[in-house]
């Protein structure tokens, strides 16, 4: 079986990299690429621990063929923080101990994120309804939540001018 | 997961001639039930024909007469963002965006859901509801076809071997027209329809309903368009005697199997409740049109 050469971007740098017609995208991040942010859960679209941007919106990259890769735009959790600088919503995670084993963390920062770039003051409602394709077996969410709403609420503070 | 071979074609042609070449070919589009069909191994030995680089399947075009032609590689969140489409037809839109999760709608496509040929998938009762036809590109040409041809039983289409649906496509919405759709699931979201009902209304500025078209999913092999509910309404001012008429021609209708998520009788009752509910939300819609 042939193998295909894709050129993508992945956290704002090129990447180039090559794939069988059967390896998904979160394969390839995982294996060649080496970035094992992005967690394999159930395979099948189901618990978002896989979450990844790709041309900016979020998708399971256990559901999209690395092939489906070629010239588009993705971003993964290791793109989340700016070098030693957490993202807002990563700090509340760690500060409301909104995570146990971690597993799921990278999916529900990286939809997370996602939810307050489009949406700066989400409700309860809204950011339960977002965060539906994510499971988490440890939390039972509540503190997921109130993480979110906490990061928007700072991100709402550092955009107001002083 | 084993895949043959992996193509992006750029025409309807070139797409037609690969899978008509390899009758182990599947088109993609969203991929949401493909390729997780894939991984289990419920589909295997497959190469696949990915339908997202073929010019004008992705996005909405407006048609001549104030229509809509929805590309097959249009993910759902594609058709909320498309502030005309939602407003023609908010039901088919609310249908779409009730799939999966946020991260599903971006890429699960209604062509795929039609497809895909599950008796409870969200959109075809909706497009059923709202007259919507399917265009199909095969080798001898295009063919338009109703939605509810598409799909023949579980997992299984009318489609020939080579052909793809390469667009859905919906009227302009009536004058005094109104659509719907609503399903019941043991959850408040992620879940897999127990049952679902689309329903699309016209009413006359006297009130009297003028043409009805209403769908039921999860309740058969394949969704169900009830002629006989329909009948119950045209002509009626939607009061309590032809609520009651259409209701019992629902469960009349209705030939659900019992599973884990809901047994027969459930299902039944809840196709009478849900219709109901979304007669009351059509025809709204409908005098607010």
Redesign the interface.
């Given at each position: 079986?042939a193998k295909?050469a894709v050129s993508t971007t992945v956290n704002g740098d090129p990447a180039e990299f090559l794939c069988?017609?059967?390896?998904?995208l979160l394969d390839v991040l995982r294996g060649p690429l080496g970035l094992t942010g992005s967690k394999e859960g159930c395979?099948?679209?189901?618990c978002?621990s896989c979450?990844v941007m790709?041309d900016g919106?979020?998708?399971?990259s256990?559901?999209?063929?690395a092939?489906?890769a070629?010239g588009r735009v993705i971003a993964t959790i290791e793109g989340v923080a700016e070098g030693s600088v957490l993202h807002p919503v990563q700090r509340k995670f760690l500060e409301l101990g909104a995570l146990q084993c971690g597993f799921c963390t990278p999916g529900f920062i990286v939809?997370a994120k996602?939810l307050l770039e489009q949406d700066p003051d989400p409700s309860e409602h809204d950011i339960r309804?977002?965060l539906?394709?994510?499971l988490c077996r440890c939390t039972g969410y509540d503190k997921i939540v109130r993480a979110v709403s906490e990061a928007a609420a700072e991100m709402r503070q550092e955009r107001t001018p002083a | 997961m084993a895949l043959f071979a992996y193509h992006a074609p750029t025409t309807r042609e070139e797409a037609q001639r690969l899978l008509a070449a390899d009758p182990a070919a599947r088109p993609l589009a969203g991929g949401t039930d493909l390729i997780v069909q894939l991984r289990s191994g419920r589909i295997g030995n497959a190469s696949v024909v990915d339908l997202k680089h073929v010019a004008g399947l992705t996005g909405v075009r407006a048609l001549p007469g104030g229509g809509f032609a929805i590309g097959a590689a249009t993910p759902s969140t594609g058709l909320k963002n498309h502030t005309a489409l939602s407003a023609a037809w908010p039901g088919v839109v609310e249908a779409a965006n009730l799939i999966g999760s946020v991260q599903v709608r971006n890429r699960a496509t209604i062509a795929g859901n039609l497809c895909n040929a599950s008796p409870a998938a969200d959109s075809v009762p909706a497009l059923i509801a709202a007259g919507a036809t399917a265009l199909i590109v095969g080798a001898g040409g295009e063919r338009e076809v109703p939605v509810e041809a598409v799909p023949t039983a579980p997992g299984k289409t009318s489609l020939a071997p080579g052909e793809f649906v390469a667009e859905i496509r919906l009227l302009a919405r009536p004058v005094g027209g109104g659509d719907a759709y609503l399903r019941a699931i043991p959850r408040t979201e992620m879940d897999i329809a127990v049952v679902g009902v689309g329903v699309a209304l016209v009413i006359g500025a006297d009130g009297t309903c003028t043409a009805a078209r209403i769908a039921l999913g999860a309740v058969g092999p394949t969704a169900l368009l009830v002629a006989d509910a329909s009948a119950a309404l045209v002509g009626s001012k939607l009061d309590d005697a032809a609520l009651a008429r259409m209701t019992a021609a629902v469960v009349a209708a209705a030939r659900p199997i019992s599973d884990k998520r809901g047994t027969a009788e459930y299902r039944t009752h809840m196709a009478g409740v849900l219709t109901r509910r979304a007669v009351a939300i059509a025809r709204k819609r409908a005098e607010t049109n």
């Amino acid at each position: 079986m042939a193998k295909l050469a894709v050129s993508t971007t992945v956290n704002g740098d090129p990447a180039e990299f090559l794939c069988a017609p059967g390896d998904t995208l979160l394969d390839v991040l995982r294996g060649p690429l080496g970035l094992t942010g992005s967690k394999e859960g159930c395979g099948s679209g189901d618990c978002g621990s896989c979450t990844v941007m790709l041309d900016g919106a979020m998708v399971c990259s256990c559901l999209v063929l690395a092939a489906e890769a070629e010239g588009r735009v993705i971003a993964t959790i290791e793109g989340v923080a700016e070098g030693s600088v957490l993202h807002p919503v990563q700090r509340k995670f760690l500060e409301l101990g909104a995570l146990q084993c971690g597993f799921c963390t990278p999916g529900f920062i990286v939809a997370a994120k996602a939810l307050l770039e489009q949406d700066p003051d989400p409700s309860e409602h809204d950011i339960r309804y977002w965060l539906a394709g994510n499971l988490c077996r440890c939390t039972g969410y509540d503190k997921i939540v109130r993480a979110v709403s906490e990061a928007a609420a700072e991100m709402r503070q550092e955009r107001t001018p002083a | 997961m084993a895949l043959f071979a992996y193509h992006a074609p750029t025409t309807r042609e070139e797409a037609q001639r690969l899978l008509a070449a390899d009758p182990a070919a599947r088109p993609l589009a969203g991929g949401t039930d493909l390729i997780v069909q894939l991984r289990s191994g419920r589909i295997g030995n497959a190469s696949v024909v990915d339908l997202k680089h073929v010019a004008g399947l992705t996005g909405v075009r407006a048609l001549p007469g104030g229509g809509f032609a929805i590309g097959a590689a249009t993910p759902s969140t594609g058709l909320k963002n498309h502030t005309a489409l939602s407003a023609a037809w908010p039901g088919v839109v609310e249908a779409a965006n009730l799939i999966g999760s946020v991260q599903v709608r971006n890429r699960a496509t209604i062509a795929g859901n039609l497809c895909n040929a599950s008796p409870a998938a969200d959109s075809v009762p909706a497009l059923i509801a709202a007259g919507a036809t399917a265009l199909i590109v095969g080798a001898g040409g295009e063919r338009e076809v109703p939605v509810e041809a598409v799909p023949t039983a579980p997992g299984k289409t009318s489609l020939a071997p080579g052909e793809f649906v390469a667009e859905i496509r919906l009227l302009a919405r009536p004058v005094g027209g109104g659509d719907a759709y609503l399903r019941a699931i043991p959850r408040t979201e992620m879940d897999i329809a127990v049952v679902g009902v689309g329903v699309a209304l016209v009413i006359g500025a006297d009130g009297t309903c003028t043409a009805a078209r209403i769908a039921l999913g999860a309740v058969g092999p394949t969704a169900l368009l009830v002629a006989d509910a329909s009948a119950a309404l045209v002509g009626s001012k939607l009061d309590d005697a032809a609520l009651a008429r259409m209701t019992a021609a629902v469960v009349a209708a209705a030939r659900p199997i019992s599973d884990k998520r809901g047994t027969a009788e459930y299902r039944t009752h809840m196709a009478g409740v849900l219709t109901r509910r979304a007669v009351a939300i059509a025809r709204k819609r409908a005098e607010t049109n």
